[in-house]
């Protein structure tokens, strides 16, 4: 069997830990043969395609980003299923592995409805997926943050400012509550939870009177005081979601205008996504490869690999779609008893 391995949506790192573990695991115990899509779903539409062996992926399992390349590209512009299944035609390709987040195993869910073989790889750097205890990635965008916060704390002592950290994670606080926990914040602002102005100026006053450079850690998707939606300006993604990013500022401004307090902010971006992964999301996503490629030898289609504690077992895609995984209540109560 020829399966053909695709990289879809933002990437992430551990991605290339995924194709090494599923290529390498593949071929000595399964005796299958791959090949590598380029750019997300784009590549399995027009047939945009790479050899993809052992020595392709020798030593890749410490980089970041993914070596096919990735996109946000929608099937269905480039002639949706007929036109997958029209590349496998040409390339000799039985299957494909997809790797991604939501909006790439949406798609993988419905080529798999219009019969074509697939099996999923669940990433994200946000950590929201359903369905599964963790995606690899957010270990890695998590220490990144910290390691940003650490540096935004020394520079606050020395003006004595309160530093306002914009972290990504679209509509789930999971990055933001790790590495403001990490950081030792002051306090953590999710979308999961409606902090009033009120509340936030008071934990932000408490740090400052105490002699702290107060640390605020803001998630990109969090709604600002009084508003209905999380701030967003620049427009939707392909696959129709608000692209985030600016709220830091704002919370900053709000501060500022309320406390006195100079205040400055500093917005993380892509900067988390990118780098080297972290050993446990290199040994997550390798675990995943392997687990993927048995899933495809026992012709698991329409499935995907998930942690389920420490164990990684397989669930239908679907369970990872239709809603996201949320931080609880209960998880940013305990977080929020050292805000302040
Ligand atoms: O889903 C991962 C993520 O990094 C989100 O946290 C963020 O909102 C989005 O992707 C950014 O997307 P892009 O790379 O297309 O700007």
């Known amino acids: 069997m020829r399966v053909g391995i695709i990289t879809g949506g933002g990437d992430c790192p551990g991605l290339n830990a995924v194709i090494r573990g599923a290529v390498l695991h593949g071929e000595e115990t399964h005796g299958l043969s791959f090949a590598g899509y380029r750019n997300g779903w784009r590549g399995t539409a027009v047939g945009d395609i790479v050899p993809l062996g052992r020595p392709h ?41 997809a790797i991604g987040g939501d909006g790439t195993l949406a798609v993988a869910q419905r080529l798999h409805a219009a019969g ?96 702290r450079a107060p640390l605020v850690v803001v998630a990109e998707g969090f709604v ?9 300006t620049k427009g939707d993604d392909a696959f129709g979601r608000p692209r985030l990013g600016g709220v830091g500022d704002r919370i900053a401004a709000l501060i500022e205008q309320r406390t006195g307090i100079e205040t400055r902010s500093s917005l993380l971006g892509h900067i ?5 992964p972290t050993a446990f999301d290199r040994v997550l996503a390798t675990r995943f490869g392997i687990a993927a490629i048995d899933l495809v030898a026992a012709g698991g289609w ?39």
């Open 224 to 232: 600002p005081p009084g508003e209905a939606s999380a701030h967003s």
């Open 302 to 340: 329409g499935r995907m690999v998930a942690l389920h504690g420490t164990a990684v077992e397989d669930v239908p895609l679907e369970d990872a779609l239709g809603s996201s995984k949320r931080v609880s209540e209960e998880r940013y109560r305990e977080a929020s008893r050292l805000f302040g």
């Open 57 to 97: 992926v020798r030593g890749i399992a410490r980089l970041g980003g993914t070596i096919l390349g990735t996109s946000r590209t929608n099937p269905w512009e480039f002639g949706g299923e007929d036109a997958v299944r029209d590349v496998m035609h040409t390339h000799g390709i039985d299957a494909i592995l």
């Open 272 to 276: 988390q996504r990118g780098g080297v």
């Open 116 to 211: 074509i073989p697939i099996v999923g790889v669940p990433k994200t750097v946000d950590n929201d997926l359903n369905a599964t205890d963790m995606t690899f990635g957010f270990d890695t965008a998590v220490s990144i943050a910290t390691e940003a916060m650490d540096r935004l704390r020394t520079t606050g002592d020395s003006h004595g400012r309160c530093m306002v950290a914009e972290v990504m994670g679209r509509h789930a606080g999971w990055i933001a509550l790790h590495s403001g926990m990490a950081a030792g914040a002051h306090a953590i602002l999710i979308p999961e939870n409606a902090t009033t102005a009120d509340e936030l100026i008071g934990w932000v006053r408490s740090a400052h009177d105490r002699g």
